[in-house]
Structure formats: C-alpha cells, structure tokens
C-alpha cells in the first residue's frame, strides 16, 4: 500500500466546473504539497499545507491533519489547468518525502 | 531571481555506465532534493541534501550518491547503470525545513535519462 493515495486517477471536466482532488495519507507529516506537473515534466509547487487552508486565485487547497487527507480544488476550471496533479508529504521524522501517483486533468473548452 | 536549472535535458547512456546530473539551486534556498519519475508513476525521493550533507535518503541503493557543493548545486550519480533507472530525475530546491518562510519547493524541469 502506498504512503500516498490520491484520487481519482484521471478526471475531464468541461470548463467553468468545479473540480476536487483528493489525497489520503498515511505517515505522520510535518507538510503536504500538492504540485502540478505539464507535460515534459516540469513541475510548480502550488502549495505547501500544515494546517487549515490556502487560496491562490481559483486554487484551494485543504487538509485535515487528524483525517490524513487533503484536497485540491480548482473553480471555474479552464483547459489551461489540464496538467497532472502531484500531492506529496514529507514525514515528520526523516525527512522523507511520499508522492501520490498524480491526478491527470483534462479540462475540455 | 532565477530558478531551478537541470543538466543535461536528455541522456542517453549504456546498461553499466555511470551518469552524472546537475541541478543548481533556486537563489537563497540552501537545501536540494532529486527525485526519479518512472512513465506514469509519481516521483520517488532519492535523497536531500542540506549544507553539503546528505539528511534524507529514500529507498535507493548505495550506486545513488549525491553532492553538494558550496554554493548550493547538487550533483546526482548513479553507477552501473540498469535498465529501470530510465526515467525522470528531477531537482528541487527549498529554504531549510522550518525556517519561516519557506513556502514550498522550486522543481527544476529534469533530465530524461533513457538507458539502453
């Protein structure tokens, strides 16, 4: 079993729908990222979470620490937010870092 | 302010040989992390490095070792090169953990090695 378990796997909005991805984990964390990966690779850090909430535009992220779990979400969603999304813990001892096998996004116009 | 940036882009090397990638760090982040990305898998942390020492090592074997140097860039290298190294090896740099301020890691764009 993953440290990291994200869902769904795969997900196609049209555009302006509300999304939400998941993310469950199972190690004691110190942080979660969630991160977006374009195609060829390249990877942004959208947020850094170890508690609460954060909002950046049409981003969300939430986590609930004594449930494990977070989530992503995006608001009237365009095709330029079709990317995967990564959700990554670093645990609290050990600096050890866990990934999600990504959510891959297509927001069709 | 510049970010992170990867070396080579793409490799291409033989089952057996040694590679090595470089990665230099984000200005004012002192710590640098490499993670291997199988196709359609998420990334695996290889290990981080903080102040020229290795402080976090994931599930890879010993033919994964890393520096870094004085001014912050790291090099990854692998020896003996096998088949399933074949991935994406990507960098990120941050500000140490639980400085305030640090908001979260800068990822490099990686290097595509392909071993034949």
Redesign the interface.
């Known amino acids: 079993k993953n440290e990291?378990e994200q869902s769904p796997q795969n997900l196609t909005a049209q555009e302006g729908e509300f999304i939400t991805i998941n993310c469950s984990y199972s190690v004691g964390i110190?942080?979660l990222?969630w991160?977006q990966q374009h195609p060829?690779?390249?990877?942004?850090?959208?947020?850094?979470l170890s508690s609460g909430k954060k909002k950046h535009g049409r981003l969300i992220a939430t986590i609930n620490i004594q449930e494990k779990h977070s989530s992503l979400h995006i608001t009237a969603s365009h095709p330029r937010d079709s990317a995967v999304y990564?959700c990554?813990v670093?645990s609290f001892a050990?600096?050890?870092?866990?990934?999600?096998?990504?959510t891959s996004l297509t927001v069709i116009p | 302010e510049t970010g992170v940036t990867q070396s080579p882009t793409h490799l291409i090397k033989t089952r057996g040989q040694q590679v090595t990638l470089r990665c230099s760090s984000q200005s004012g982040h002192n710590t640098v992390?490499w993670?291997q990305?199988a196709l359609?898998?998420?990334?695996?942390?290889i290990f981080?490095y903080y102040r020229e020492e290795e402080?976090?090592r994931?599930n890879f074997p010993p033919r994964f070792s890393g520096l870094q140097f004085p001014n912050y860039s790291s090099e990854l290298n692998v020896n003996a090169l096998e088949l399933d190294d074949s991935a994406?090896y990507?960098c990120?740099s941050s500000a140490p953990?639980g400085i305030r301020g640090?908001?979260?890691?800068?990822?490099g764009?990686?290097t595509?090695l392909t071993v034949v």
Do not use: K
Request: a positive charge; glycine letters at 24%.
């Open positions: 990291v110190s942080a990222h991160l060829g690779g390249g990877i942004v850090s959208l947020f850094m990564i990554a670093r050990g600096n050890q870092f866990y990934f999600g096998t990504g | 992390s993670y990305q359609g898998q998420g990334p695996q942390f981080q402080n976090g994931g994406l990507l990120a953990p640090n908001y979260g890691y800068t990822f764009s990686g595509r």
